[in-house]
């Protein structure tokens, strides 16, 4: 008895010693960091499943706008920008390697990863240079052009016929961001010229309009932008009831308009088309990231603007 108790024991101490060692193992590999020296900068997988880094951007002025950059092997990390009183740029945050919390200060030993926040405070395109300087003095860099505008979105004025139905504009004056807007969609004439005027660095390149005839069918028309539309002559009627065939109708009659645009400086494009993919005419949005190359594709996507009238 006392001999089988005795190796009972030993199968215990064996088996708790074969665990411990596991452990051990299991948790010196999920710690281990694999060595190379390539600097990444908020980086993205393209088409062909490669990493491609952060190279363009937009954002506006007195605003902040972060973004992440990795190295894995011991190196400094730094961060310049090609007018820092414009446009301030700091490393922000902490790394964690082997647990040591290090305060970067733009610019520390063994940093892993890093958030670099930017700071504008004058429009104009800049560019922030990500440095990595290695061990042995080599140096990796990544450089990223910014463009900070006084005015955010796509469409700076939107006019039907004479009426200006959108507006927003912004500026800076004596240091503070001033900005103003105005909307007015109701519209009384039957027909006008659609006139898109965008921002800085972003070019119309179609627009959709989707009106309501009479019969309350909807009709899609391909224009270009300054050219003569009409809005609908029908309501739009929806079935609300399946049990007695009740069905709604909207007060006004809709126009909704759908305007593609190409981003001239991230090289981004949002591109509207008619469609019968899904077996009906409908609207279609094609948004292409020219970083990666990836294309999303939506169907029945929200309107750029919509016009009503009685």
Known sequence: MKKTLKQLLAFILTIMLIVSTLSVNSYAYTREIKKDDVLYVSPSVDINGKWVNLSKFRMRAFSTQSFRADINTNARLSVTSSKPSALKAVMTEYDYVDDVKRDLSNGSEGIVNATISLYATKTGTYTVTVTATLKDGTKRQQ?????????????????????????????????????????????????????????????????????????????????????????????RSTNTSAYDNDYGRSSRKYTYVYISYKDKFTGDTYTYSITKDRGRKEVKLVTTDKRTGKKTVKYRPEVSLYLWNY
């Open 143 to 235: 450089k990223i052009k910014v463009l900070v505008t006084a005015a955010t979105g796509v469409y700076k004025k939107i006019k039907y016929g004479k009426k200006t139905v959108l507006s927003k504009s912004a500026k800076i004056k004596k240091g503070q961001l001033q900005t103003k807007a105005s909307q007015s969609l109701r519209v009384t004439k039957k027909s006008g010229k659609l006139t898109v005027t965008p921002n800085s660095q972003y070019k119309i390149t179609g627009i959709i309009v989707e009106s309501v005839n009479k019969k309350g069918k909807a009709v899609y028309k391909k224009i270009k932008n300054g050219k003569t539309i009409k809005v609908s002559k029908g309501y």
